[in-house]
């Protein structure tokens, strides 16, 4: 018994650096998984945020938009002589998260802001370091300080509207971008702001006349580009948003949430052209390789491996990811689902233990922490007897299906919970068995019948 279910799960991905470079995606990331009877391993998928499960198919000529030709816009110079006094310390905290050391990144840098109120990039980098360390409202008065300072520093300002998008109030994050925009007209790429939290907010038709006036200012803008195909994705029409992607990378070839979008568009369409399979990995190949830490694309490039038993290269980018966001529950079920295929169970259960604890209420890692109980015969947990685990797994279900929503999400907690009630009769039937005649080890083997001859 096979099916696919989807869950929505938040997924923030930071990135650091020195340059003005902006913080990587918050995305709603869109899981579906194949949840198996014989061996209930599964790895969830992920997307980007508002993506619908609709496949509706658009020609890409409705794309064809004629724009009137403008005068470029003038670019902004942010004024980084408010941090070469503190570049180099921003710079050694940066080395420090990447070697793992984010509390001394923290210390480095909250000694450099306090020392230096304009030093912006410091205050920025402060921010994503307090997300890595789940601390959402130190995060948000680091990114607020860090505007403060430069209130032309798009990215600080993007990271504040992705707060308010994974806090469930995009509307906030309009807000905001609004005021920035007022104050700073002169800055075009706050537009970008908001276009995330329009996107976010399903102001689909608003977010497009948005990108459309724009685009009469700055009509070579493959940023904008992008995020026209993010909205047309988002409402599902994946082949527009397939042809307008192309359009920009065309113009913006190495821009990692482009090639990223290309690849989630591809997956979305796989499932009628299995031809474009093969490439999606090479596309997040490239992602990776522009940006490291795209959270997003080493969950998706994990799940690949997954699917490909490659299991050590799917354990190490599911690390990577919780490395980065260690709030991510989806991850710490993709990571036990991988111990749980190659038997090791104790570490699986760890996890899932980390996720439960995170977020009570997730019927997906109740699910997963079932059908590590139920696996008996192909998941060891040394310290546990059988009886315990099918108990166990039947509570897990029955949580599952109490905190799930989706009629078929509780058909299959259901279904689980029977198969647990007739392992539990089983398995009860044997000891009863045992108790009165003893064990089946001690029973003469049978002979082994004759081998057939041929003649």
Request: one cysteine or more; proline letters at 3%; glycine letters at 6%.
């Amino acid at each position: 018994m096979s099916r696919s279910f989807f869950k929505y799960l938040i997924a923030a991905a930071v990135s650091v650096g020195v340059a003005a470079g902006c913080a990587g995606s918050n995305q709603e990331a869109k899981t579906a998984a194949n949840a198996q009877a014989d061996s209930a391993q599964k790895v969830t998928r992920t997307g980007k945020t508002g993506a619908s499960s609709a496949n509706a198919g658009k020609s890409s000529a409705d794309a064809q938009e004629s724009y009137a030709p403008a005068p470029k816009v003038e670019r902004i110079v942010y004024n980084f002589s408010k941090v070469d006094g503190t570049a180099n310390d921003v710079e050694m905290a940066v080395r420090a998260a990447d070697n793992g050391n984010i509390d001394t990144a923290v210390s480095m840098l909250q000694r450099t802001s306090e020392k230096s109120s304009d030093a912006f990039l410091a205050h920025y980098n402060l921010g994503v370091m307090y997300e890595r360390q789940l601390k959402t409202d130190e995060a948000r008065r680091a990114y607020e300080k860090a505007l403060q300072a430069e209130p032309k520093f798009t990215p600080a300002l993007i990271q504040l509207v992705r707060l308010d998008i994974r806090e469930g109030n995009p509307a906030a994050g309009i807000s905001k971008a609004n005021t920035y925009i007022t104050s700073n007209p002169d800055v075009f790429e706050h537009n970008y702001a908001k276009l995330e939290g329009m996107i976010a907010a399903k102001q689909y038709d608003e977010a497009i006349s948005l990108i459309s006036a724009l685009l009469k200012r700055d009509e070579a803008n493959g940023k904008l580009r992008y995020y026209l195909a993010m909205t047309e994705f988002s409402r599902g029409r994946y082949r527009l948003a397939e042809f307008i992607v192309g359009e920009a990378l065309e113009i913006i070839p190495d821009d990692a949430d482009a090639l990223f979008l290309r690849a989630r568009i591809h997956e979305a369409l796989s499932e009628d052209d299995v031809s474009l399979i093969p490439g999606i990995a090479a596309t997040l190949d490239r992602v990776i390789e522009l940006n490291p830490d795209h959270l997003e694309a080493l969950w998706m490039r994990g799940v690949i491996y997954y699917e490909a038993s490659n299991y050590t290269k799917a354990e190490e980018y599911f690390k990577h990811v919780l490395e980065l966001n260690p709030s991510t529950v989806g991850a710490y079920v993709n990571l036990a689902n991988t111990y749980k295929t190659v038997d090791r169970g104790p570490e699986a259960e760890t996890l899932l233990k980390k996720a439960k604890a995170l977020d009570p209420h997730d019927g997906l890692v109740d699910f997963a922490l079932g059908t590590l109980y139920l696996n008996t015969e192909l998941i060891k947990l040394p310290d546990m007897k059988d009886m315990d685990r099918l108990r166990l797994a039947r509570t897990q279900f029955e949580n599952a299906q109490k905190n799930w929503t989706s009629k078929d999400d509780i058909a299959l907690a259901k279904g689980y919970i029977k198969t647990t009630d007739d392992a539990i009769e089983t398995l009860q039937a044997m000891l009863d068995a045992e108790a009165l005649f003893g064990s089946s080890s001690d029973e003469t083997a049978a002979e082994p019948a004759p081998e057939e001859v041929s003649e």
